[in-house]
């Protein structure tokens, strides 16, 4: 069963009563609301007259794009990947996990409650240093972390490597940079007619799809970050998989400097 914010409570109180994880007779659903812009996955708090919890549900296609196909088995990476990082050191930075159900590709999780999604950061073109090294310490205890198994979720990495080391480095693009900034298209030309940069990133780009033997995050962005006050909670870990540690690395690095245009915030990422 497919659910969404227009679902009605009594649909989603039988689903969730078949799945074992609530009892009608002894707690009702009061409110179901979209606790934030979900990009990957149908996203869902709902509110109980006993707790509040966080639904999410996978589809065969991104939610926010449903022209993109994507593997609707991405949440039972997510799945994996808070079983495989419960330790003591990471645990205060993850949703506990309630429950998941394969069938309905459904996994129930702890509501973290009144947090800001951290893209919030892209519009104050700032990130404190203080906020990088709880970002670096979360990114070493996932890096840490050695699962015996784990999915390789090549189809999921198959559509992220399109995105990052291919589409944007198109001479011709169905996509309009000056859609998101003006001018941005003509700069970009630049460097989609650079061959030897390319070529570089043809080899990052394999390297990418190639087995390592280090847990990643794979999104590891604002848009994976939640904080409350000065606490950081890291989610949506659907990308996932077993690669190196660079990758998250960069992707934080990347970030940084887009967030405050300049590359002070490297040399903090080397140090730490």
Not at 157 to 170: A, D, K, M, T
Not at 177 to 190: H, K
């Amino acid at each position: 069963m497919y659910l969404d914010v227009t679902t009605s409570i009594a649909e989603i109180g039988i689903c969730l009563n078949n799945i074992g994880f609530i009892d009608p007779k002894h707690e009702q659903i009061l409110s179901v609301e979209k606790p934030g812009e979900g990009n990957m996955n149908v996203v869902l708090r709902i509110r109980t007259n006993k707790r509040s919890f966080v639904v999410k549900q996978s589809r065969p296609f991104v939610q926010k794009y449903p022209q993109i196909m994507a593997p609707i088995g991405r949440i039972y990476v997510e799945y994996q990947f808070y079983q495989a990082v419960s330790n003591k050191a990471i645990e205060p930075h993850i949703p506990e996990i309630l429950r998941y159900n394969t069938d309905n590709h459904l996994l129930i999780l702890e509501d973290l409650g009144d947090c800001k999604d951290m893209s919030y950061l892209y519009d104050e073109r700032n990130i404190g240093t203080s906020q990088l090294h709880q970002l670096l310490d979360i990114a070493s205890q996932i890096h840490k972390s050695k699962p015996e198994e784990y999915p390789e979720n090549m189809e999921l990495r198959l559509l992220n490597h399109q995105h990052i080391f291919v589409l944007p480095f198109l001479k011709e693009s169905d996509f309009s940079l000056n859609a998101i900034q003006e001018g941005l298209q003509e700069l970009a030309l630049r460097y989609r007619s650079d061959e030897t940069l390319k070529k570089e990133i043809s080899k990052v780009g394999q390297q990418y799809l190639s087995q390592g033997n280090t847990l990643l995050h794979g999104d590891y962005y604002p848009g994976s970050w939640m904080s409350k006050g000065d606490h950081i909670y890291v989610i949506d870990p659907e990308f996932s998989f077993m690669g190196f540690a660079e990758f998250d690395i960069g992707v934080l690095a990347a970030h940084s400097i887009l967030i405050t245009m300049n590359i002070d915030g490297l040399q903090t990422i080397k140090s730490g």
